[in-house]
């Protein structure tokens, strides 16, 4: 219960600037309706209690089930054993994301079922099943992580020359929704169970990240082979705005539970099935420590469907009728601003945000704080959404113009910044595009762009995820060159004195 009301009291600090900005919003320049406000602070509170309880099940069930998993991939010694199961893990685990499933079923809505949900989710999911594979692979055989995501993007932007615009933007969008609340906790345990296993200290310490940013690849090039064989040049469409029902205080609420309840016990059901069936073949641990873990996933379970509940039925209809608001002013500057607060403000409530900062001070005990890397985060994310206003504000500004330039930074940055910061950085561009990105944002620029004459929702809204998903890129690089010329500092003053 202790740790329960810890976890209440850290997110409670984390989710109050956004209820405090929408507020603020609401009486000044977005005035939003009484019941929906309402819904949006019931939300607030449904996000509060969920966010809690899933971190509280995550730390009890998901991270040690990863780290066994991690553990099991060394001690097995044989190279088909870590690919065939690295593969399978990451095929379940994404095929069944909740984040994926929403953003696929959007994609399809939206071409009028020209590609089928079902097609999206099995491309992106054999995707990062690959990627997944090859990223512990390379822990394994100790293979310089710039080199590999060097190779990996030059495959990306070649295969992206081929590729449509929309399809384009909806590849880097799916990299961000594979990266979701099951999925990236999993996966930081993951690598970390591999990398410990690591007789050198500095090794372990460096192969500890990057694996989730290799694995998210697999999904810009899951949808960019997918845009090879079906072409879509010519396929328009207008996304499906949800309006919510302003009658019901409650009724959007019940309205979601049914379908979260059951995404999301298909979400965690493979990872129950494989921890049971490697507790027999490989874990062998004792009752406790798996029961233990077993409860660690019903919390989780509970904890994600009222997270997910309340973020699609309180902040989703808020962050679209706020967007639509301020993109109605004849000056679009309030526009740009807005959404660089909003930003700024958002990531503090992703669950994996929280997940990876701790592991990030763990792994390297204490040198690297947490809080740093979270306002390094809050302000890389928040350029993501106030850039991405105002290419929705501006016409001639495209998606690659952004994105193209920005990971040509990323990957120019690698050579320059120490190690263990190329694979945090790579990290978090996942874990900043969460379920919080995929809604209140999303629907944020949804909102906006439809307000704006010329804005194309489709092309103009599908992009976001992707912007919130390059920026951290940048942003804890350049965090990693400050800590190396501060380290360079202090060790040329011991060597004076």
Known sequence: MRILLEKVKEVLSAVSPVVIIVIILNFTLAPIPNVLLFQFIFGALAIVLGLSILLFGIEIGVLPFGNHMGASFLKSNQMWYVVIVGFLLGFF????????????TQVSSVMGGFIPASAILVAVSIGTGVMLSLGIVRIV???????????????????????????????????????GALTVPLVLALSVGVASMKKNSKSAEEDSFGLVGIMSTGAILGVLILNMFVKTDNITGVLDIHHVDTNSLLGPFLAEIPTVAVDSFIALLPLVLMLIIFQKIKFNLNSRAFAKIFMGFLYTYIGLVIFLVGAHAGFMNVGNLIGHQLAAYDNKAILVISGFVLGMVVI????????????????????????????????????AVGLSMLRIVVPAIELWHYLVPGFGISLALMFFVPKLFVGIAFDSGGVASGPMTATFVLAFAQGASDAIEHSNVLLDSFGVIAMVAMTPLIALQVLGVIYKLKSQKSEGGEKNG
Do not use: C, W
Request: charged share 15%; proline share 3%; aromatic share 10%.
């Open 93 to 104: 685990v994404n095929i069944a994301e909740p984040d994926l499933q929403v953003l696929a």
């Open 141 to 179: 055989r100790s293979i310089p992580l710039h080199i590999v995501l060097l190779v990996i993007y030059g495959i990306i932007f070649l295969l992206a020359i081929f590729s449509s615009s929309d399809m384009f933007a909806i590849g880097f969008d799916a990299s961000g929704a594979t990266t």
């Open 348 to 383: 503090l409530t992703e669950p994996a945000v929280y997940i990876l900062t701790e592991q990030i001070e763990n792994v390297t005990n204490g040198y690297i704080k947490r809080k740093t890397v979270l306002f390094t985060l809050s302000i890389g994310v928040a350029f």
